[in-house]
C-alpha cells in the first residue's frame, strides 16, 4: 500500500500540519519538564533522553520548513520514539 499525502495547502494538509506541530510543542514541554525534574546531569546520563531530544530536534527542524526530503527520514524517528513504551 503508498501512504496517503494530501493535497499541497488543502485543508486536510492544514490539519495535519496543525496536529504535527500541537505534538511537537507538546513534547518540547515534555523534554523541558523532564530536564527540569532530573536536575539537568541526571537526565543528560540516560540514553532515551538523548533518544527524545534527537526526535525533538528533528521535529522542530521540520516544522521550521528546512531541509526537504531530509526531514522526512528524520521524522521516522518519531516512529521510533514508541519502542519506548515497550523497554
Not at 27 to 40: G, M, P, T
Request: charged share 15%; with cysteine.
Amino acid at each position: 500500500q503508498t501512504q496517503i499525502r494530501p493535497v499541497v495547502a488543502s485543508d486536510v494538509d492544514k490539519m495535519f500540519e496543525a496536529i504535527e506541530n500541537a505534538c511537537t510543542v507538546v513534547y518540547v514541554v515534555e523534554l523541558a519538564i523532564n530536564i527540569f525534574a532530573h536536575w539537568f546531569w541526571a537526565f543528560v546520563l540516560l540514553g532515551w533522553n538523548w533518544f527524545d531530544m534527537l526526535v525533538i530536534a528533528s521535529s522542530i527542524y521540520s516544522m521550521a520548513g528546512n531541509g526537504g526530503r531530509a526531514t522526512n527520514v528524520l521524522r521516522l524517528l518519531r516512529a521510533f520514539r514508541v519502542m519506548r513504551l515497550f523497554t
